[in-house]
């Protein structure tokens, strides 16, 4: 799989408070008026009330989403950790014993013969460094048996230092699968109390809010102009073929999908790999203006980038909205933009 540059959060610390929530609103007031699009709808407080609700529910749960796969992606990786910390635990104890058994030949030998070699009883036991400790042990170790006991007791320690790594990899795993436990239980109870709040929608306002969530017709994209590199356009194709595809919470394609997911599989077809989450996304290239955007570069949402899309030219997004809306086309103006990304 291809790589990608990534830009580190510090690069962008230096701008204080202030200057950064300037920027992100010049940001999302550019959004509108240099890509020439609208904001999807009318003002919340001139919404229904109940797709407002709605609405602000699927947002709290997108958000949810993303801490989720934040905490699932730590999982995975510390389930690695623990299994190579186990794995380097299981060789090390091999190789003691098979250190042990050759020592334990040459000392079932001496004893046959008359005696046993204290450097060998010191070897062989399960104490050796307290074995060091007793007086006048060390006077009686031969040189070759001395050098035998210094990596019989190497080995060892490093064998117990990976165990203490290995519980405590352990522990490390436990918290992450309470974690990601927990985000799962929040994104459903949002997503349970929007499914009760559309159900209560009155017929008409429901069938509108349906006929929204499905997207209309695609939009006119002759002259979007050309993709900011190869790997974006491909990016940008693979978009466009999951057009139609739902909504799942968690999903990473190929035939479901949400936010990040989307965008992770389609630079994936491009043979780039993306960061799991859009937090993490909005850093996995050069940031460029948003009167600069291009077909193929990452839009990110939010102050918080709880939501990312791809941009497709003319003012347009394809991106994976929410439950029981496909993936699709948007204006880019749909939600304040935080960032558009060059990958």
Known sequence: MGSHRRISHSRHSGLDRSTRATVLGVAAA???????????????????????AVDRLYEQAEKATEAFNRADERTDRLRKELADTQDQVARGQERINAMRRALGLVAGAQYRSGGMDPSLALMLSSDPDGYLD?????????????????????????????????????????????????HKRTVEKKLAKARQLLNAMPSGERAAYDRASRGGARPDLAGAGPASSARAAAALAAAKSALGKPYVWGATGPSQFDCSGLTQWSYGQAGVGLPRTSQAQRYAGRQVPVSQAQPGDLVAYGSDAHHIGIYAGN?????????????????????PVSSVTRV
């Open 134 to 182: 007793k007086a006048g042990t060390l006077d009686r170790i031969g040189a070759r048996h001395a050098g035998e006991l210094v990596e019989l007791r190497g080995a060892q320690r490093d064998l117990d230092q990976r165990r203490a790594e290995a519980r405590s990899e352990l522990a490390e795993l436990e918290a992450a699968r309470k974690a990601v436990r927990q």
């Open 315 to 335: 003012g347009q997004v394809i991106h994976a909205p929410h439950p029981g809306a496909p993936v699709r086309y948007d204006p880019v103006g749909m939600m």
């Open 30 to 52: 550019s959004a509108a008026a240099a890509l020439g699009a609208a904001p999807a709808g009318a003002a919340p407080q001139d919404r229904p009330a109940g797709k407002a």
